[in-house]
T-cell receptor, first 113, second 113 residues
């Protein structure tokens, strides 16, 4: 069993829709949770990161963490064609920034104009 | 500020050859990590260096090695290349302290023939 599970999609939604992306994990030591966006032939770009349980909002993006369920989500409101990319969840332990990241497989998202 | 820079962008090698990939971190970042991303998968952790010392190693064979230089740049070496080493090799840098996230370069795409 992988430490981090993520539905690979692909996921296609019409422009303006709300998108929900999710990951589950099994390692209770994970404390920091990140979402990266990766365009084709590019490296992952950090969107948001959160510590422990709770919500965090940044513009059209909201990240949620439920440590009791070992479940994290990323919501994209008013989705745009430019949001079409692969979204990767990543996690690390308490020494955030100075230890390895464990990634999901990524969800490929297409926003249809 | 310049982001993480990696060279070369693309590389084609044959089985049994050796390759060296290079990474320059963001200015002020002292930690460098290497990841392997196979097509359709999330990045897998290979190595992490902080202040020129190895801080972590992933589940990769001894054919993979790395080092970090006094200016915090880094090299990843892979010997005796196999077809399965074909992947996007990503470098990420972070301050290595103060709980700051890792930022990725656009990677080196390595193809083994």
């Amino acid at each position: 069993q992988k430490e981090v599970e993520q539905d690979p999609g692909p996921l296609s939604v019409p422009e303006g829709a709300i998108v929900s992306l999710n990951c589950t994990y099994s390692n209770s030591a994970f404390q920091y949770f990140m979402w990266y966006r990766q365009y084709s032939r590019k490296g992952p770009e950090l969107l948001m990161y959160t510590y422990s349980s709770g919500n965090k909002e940044d513009g059209r993006f909201t990240a949620q963490v439920d440590k009791s369920s070992k479940y994290i989500s990323l919501f994209i409101r008013d989705s745009q064609p430019s949001d079409s990319a692969t979204y990767l969840c990543a996690m690390s332990g308490s020494n955030f920034g100075n230890e390895k990241l464990t990634f999901g497989t990524g969800t490929r998202l297409t926003i249809i104009p | 500020d310049a982001g993480v820079t990696q060279s070369p962008t693309h590389l084609i090698k044959t089985r049994g050859q050796q390759v060296t990939l290079r990474c320059s971190p963001i200015s002020g970042h002292k930690s460098v990590s290497w990841y392997q991303q196979v097509l359709g998968q999330g990045p897998q952790f290979i190595f992490q260096y902080y202040e020129k010392e190895e801080r972590g190693r992933g589940n990769f064979p001894d054919r993979f090695s790395a080092r970090q230089f006094p200016n915090y740049s880094s090299e990843l070496n892979v010997n005796a290349l196999l077809l399965g080493d074909s992947a996007l090799y990503l470098c990420a840098s972070s301050r290595g302290q103060d709980y700051q996230p890792q930022h990725f370069g656009d990677g080196t795409r390595l193809s083994i023939l």
